[in-house]
């Protein structure tokens, strides 16, 4: 078989529910890797949110903050910022909204208030502190990545009165918030196109909605079993739960083991 890449989201799909890595996807990893193909993160964290795992895997390919940020064998190759007008204009119609932010930079985050209920609810499943508050760090900073703090039937006023960002639901609580046209298809566009690889030989997995156009960018996707059903109509395949070894069994189901 000729080299392939396999771009892996994190949550809920290398990291199960309690975010720890089963064991059979770290044997599945560690098995691509003796066969000689190249493994990919792709997530929306980022970067300094998953050290411990790339370090772990030995990755050093990756496209963070949902393609804004992208890593090929540990060189910088695409960013993609937030303008700070942009970031002032979403900061002024959340505050009048009583709605909190956190801005994501290249090496840390930063909250717009000292705390918030809706951010511990929601950061913490992903085994994150509640970030410091830092009042100036949007205007300081380079903004790959910001999150909204808006509940469900509030989301939607911020994508009709912002139409020069992206907002995509990761929480009950949460959105994610990226500049247009950003996400991890574009991430991987941009690092296929400096790797040399061809994308028929490119594999995803992913469970949530920002997964959503990696799933159908990538011609050989495959949706988690614990993946919302809208999100599997995306993927050309659907694999088992991420504890039920997902990983391991979706990589068979397309013949990489």
Same mark, same amino acid.
């Given at each position: 078989?000729?080299?392939?890449? $396999?771009? #892996?989201?994190?949550?809920?799909? *290398?990291?199960?529910?309690?975010?720890?890595?089963?064991?059979?996807?770290?044997?599945?990893?560690?098995?691509?890797?003796?066969?000689?193909?190249?493994?990919? /993160?792709?997530?929306?964290?980022? &970067?300094?949110?998953?050290?411990?795992?790339? %370090? %772990?895997?030995?990755?050093?390919?990756?496209?963070?903050? @949902?393609?804004?940020?992208?890593?090929? @064998?540990? @060189?910088? $190759?695409?960013?993609?910022?937030? &303008?700070?007008?942009?970031?002032?204009? *979403?900061? +002024?119609?959340?505050?009048?909204?009583?709605?909190?932010?956190? #801005?994501?930079? +290249?090496?840390?985050?930063?909250?717009?208030?000292?705390?918030?209920?809706?951010?511990? %609810?929601?950061?913490?499943?992903?085994?994150?502190?509640?970030?410091?508050?830092?009042?100036?760090?949007?205007?300081? @900073?380079?903004?790959?990545?910001?999150?909204?703090?808006?509940?469900?039937?509030?989301?939607?006023?911020?994508?009709?009165?912002?139409?020069?960002?992206? #907002?995509?639901?990761?929480? &009950?609580?949460?959105?994610?918030?990226? &500049?247009?046209?950003?996400?991890?298809?574009?991430?991987?566009?941009?690092?296929?196109?400096?790797?040399? /690889?061809? *994308?028929?030989?490119?594999?995803? #997995?992913?469970?949530?909605?920002?997964?959503?156009?990696?799933?159908?960018?990538?011609?050989?996707?495959?949706?988690?079993?614990?993946?919302?059903?809208?999100?599997?109509?995306?993927?050309?395949?659907?694999?088992?739960?991420?504890?039920?070894?997902?990983?391991?069994?979706?990589?068979?189901?397309?013949?990489?083991?």
């Amino acid at each position: 078989m000729s080299k392939k890449m $396999i771009f #892996f989201d994190i949550d809920g799909t *290398l990291y199960d529910e309690n975010k720890q890595l089963p064991a059979s996807t770290r044997d599945a990893i560690h098995r691509l890797r003796s066969k000689g193909h190249d493994i990919a /993160i792709s997530t929306g964290r980022a &970067p300094y949110l998953f050290d411990d795992l790339r %370090e %772990e895997l030995d990755i050093h390919t990756f496209i963070s903050f @949902n393609g804004q940020f992208v890593k090929y @064998n540990g @060189n910088a $190759i695409y960013q993609n910022t937030i &303008p700070t007008t942009t970031l002032q204009s *979403l900061q +002024s119609f959340a505050s009048e909204k009583g709605h909190p932010i956190v #801005f994501m930079g +290249s090496s840390a985050m930063k909250a717009n208030i000292e705390f918030h209920h809706d951010i511990h %609810e929601s950061i913490t499943t992903l085994g994150v502190e509640h970030p410091e508050f830092d009042a100036s760090f949007a205007e300081q @900073n380079n903004i790959y990545q910001a999150l909204l703090f808006a509940r469900e039937d509030e989301g939607g006023r911020y994508a009709d009165q912002m139409q020069d960002l992206r #907002f995509v639901r990761w929480h &009950p609580y949460s959105l994610d918030v990226i &500049p247009p046209g950003g996400s991890k298809a574009n991430g991987i566009k941009n690092l296929i196109a400096e790797a040399g /690889i061809k *994308l028929e030989d490119c594999y995803a #997995f992913g469970d949530n909605y920002n997964d959503v156009e990696m799933l159908q960018y990538v011609p050989n996707s495959v949706a988690m079993g614990n993946a919302p059903d809208e999100v599997k109509s995306y993927a050309r395949h659907i694999t088992a739960d991420v504890g039920d070894d997902g990983i391991a069994r979706g990589l068979e189901k397309v013949g990489l083991l």
